[in-house]
């Protein structure tokens, strides 16, 4: 069984401040996706990362898969309340299935 | 567009009573996904379908059965509920067809919120 460990589990922070949340596994994945959650809703697909090596980036967030495509991280520059919620990782496994990281609540305080 | 369609989205069972959450996707996707959610445990996957007429086992499978009905709807079966299986539950489809499969998204219901007394 592939595992993800995903860190930290919780992060509360104030409006303005860096943080990153890490993703990390013994395994190599295809690929790794992050998500966020909302309450009451399913989780929304933020990036894919692919390659070992990749960054990307959506705004103020960066997204980072490692060379051995076994960790991942996401950087949050300059935090804004509206980016709180639930962030998780999924590595790509065989038939389109998904391994899920615990997740990390992320509240950003005004 | 409605993507992913969960029902019902709130139950409340008694042990030992059975009850089957429906799901359907009008994306006209082949692979179709069920998770449970429980705090401090991400998603775990219960029973997935690759393509229409075939169902396999994921990480949490017991306690649960699934019918791949046609290529729009996938159903979770409870047969004799537990308290354990007190959960949010998400239905997801994923399109593994064309060149950049492992890029897809897995497409997600708001869920089902199930409470087993």
């Known amino acids: 069984t592939q595992l993800l460990e995903q860190s930290p589990q919780f992060l509360s922070i104030q409006e303005g401040e860096n943080l990153t949340v890490y993703c990390n596994s013994s395994s190599v994945f295809s690929s790794l996706q992050w998500y966020r959650q909302e309450p009451g809703e399913g989780p929304v697909l933020l990036v894919t990362v692919v390659t070992g090596g990749e960054v990307k980036k959506l705004k103020r967030l960066t997204f980072q898969f490692g060379d051995a495509r076994k960790d991942s991280s996401l950087h949050i520059t300059a935090a804004q309340p509206g980016d709180t919620g639930l962030y998780l990782c999924a590595g790509g496994t065989s038939y389109g299935k998904l391994t899920f990281g615990q997740g990390t609540i992320l509240t950003v305080h005004p | 567009n409605a993507g992913v369609t969960q029902t019902p989205k709130f139950q409340v069972l008694k042990t030992g009573q059975s009850m089957t959450l429906q799901c359907a996707q009008d994306m006209n996707h082949n692979s179709m996904y069920w998770y449970r959610q429980d705090p401090g445990m991400g998603l775990r996957l219960i029973y997935y379908s690759a393509s229409e007429g075939t169902t396999d086992k994921g990480e949490v499978p017991n306690g649960y059965n699934v019918s791949r009905l046609n290529k729009r709807e996938f159903s979770l079966r409870l047969e004799s509920a537990a308290p354990s299986q007190t959960s949010v539950y998400f239905c997801?489809?994923?399109?593994?067809?064309?060149?950049?499969?492992?890029?897809?998204?897995?497409?997600f219901g708001d869920g089902t919120r199930l409470s087993i007394l």
């Open positions: 997801a489809s994923r399109d593994l067809l064309g060149q950049k499969k492992s890029n897809q998204p897995q497409h």
